[in-house]
Nanobody, 118 residues
Framework: EVHLVVSGGDSVQAGGSLRLSCTAS????????MGWYRQAPGNECELVAG???????SYADFAKGRFTISLDNHKNTVYLQMSSLKPEDTAVYYC????????????WGQGTRVTVSS
């Protein structure tokens, strides 16, 4: 069974940085695409960034240049480094995993709240 444990959310001022962590069990990164989604109050769930098992990364336009997704295979952890945070980045952030046998995508389960104040 796959488990994703998310942490790192906090309240920061605009321009600040945060690093979100998602520690996974029950899967291997080699054959799993990992990602981050977010959902702000009153908004739809949206994909933030993704990383494939062979380290190919992709980002939503709003994340490009400010956010970095990365993997630590030894710790089975995927990170989302966020910098130059804006109030519009305020949301609950969710970790996602997708493979041939696992589909855990979208804004569900345990998330971590990020609040950016101006």
């Amino acid at each position: 069974e796959v488990h994703l444990v998310v942490s790192g959310g906090d309240s920061v001022q605009a321009g600040g940085s945060l690093r979100l962590s998602c520690t996974a069990s029950g899967l291997t990164f080699d054959d799993t695409d990992m990602g981050w989604y977010r959902q702000a109050p009153g908004n739809e769930c949206e994909l933030v960034a993704g990383i494939s098992g062979d380290d190919f990364t992709s980002y939503a336009d709003f994340a490009k240049g400010r956010f970095t997704i990365s993997l630590d295979n030894h710790k089975n952890t995927v990170y989302l480094q966020m910098s130059s945070l804006k109030p519009e980045d305020t949301a609950v952030y969710y970790c996602a995993a997708e493979s041939d046998v696992t589909v855990l995508v979208g804004c569900w389960g345990q998330g971590t709240r990020v609040t950016v104040s101006s």
